[in-house]
């Protein structure tokens, strides 16, 4: 089965917004840290932002104030809400869980136009 099933992406004009949704069929979801990454082409994969099992949040700086995780654990599901985005925000974005093993989501493509 497939763990990690994202949903949202997209094209979007600057300054508009978008919504990320990962399912995770994950037993014991709770107990996983999730994270958003992105990836641009040529360029090394990297975090966006993440949550832990405790809910704790952390940003990049380049998101920050603009992006929002949030999971919902009865549900097994983690979101990313984009808003103001730019040019520099477009990538193929991965949903990830952690735990004792990890899984990463088949990577969705979110461009922003000008």
């Known amino acids: 089965q497939v763990q990690l099933v994202q949903t949202g992406g997209g094209l979007v004009q600057a300054g508009g917004s978008l919504r990320l949704s990962c399912a995770a069929s994950?037993?014991?979801?709770?107990?996983?840290?999730m994270a958003w990454y992105r990836q641009a082409p040529g360029k090394q994969r990297e975090l966006v932002a993440q949550i832990t099992s405790g809910g704790t949040t952390n940003y990049a700086d380049s998101v920050k104030d603009r992006f929002t995780i949030s999971r919902d654990n009865a549900k097994k599901e983690v979101y990313l809400q984009m808003n103001s985005l730019k040019l520099e925000d477009t990538a193929v974005y991965y949903c990830?869980?952690?735990?004792?093993?990890?899984?990463w989501g088949q990577g969705t493509q979110v461009t922003v136009s000008s």
């Open positions: 990830y869980a952690r735990w004792y093993v990890d899984y």
């Open positions: 994950l037993r014991i979801f709770s107990k996983y840290d």
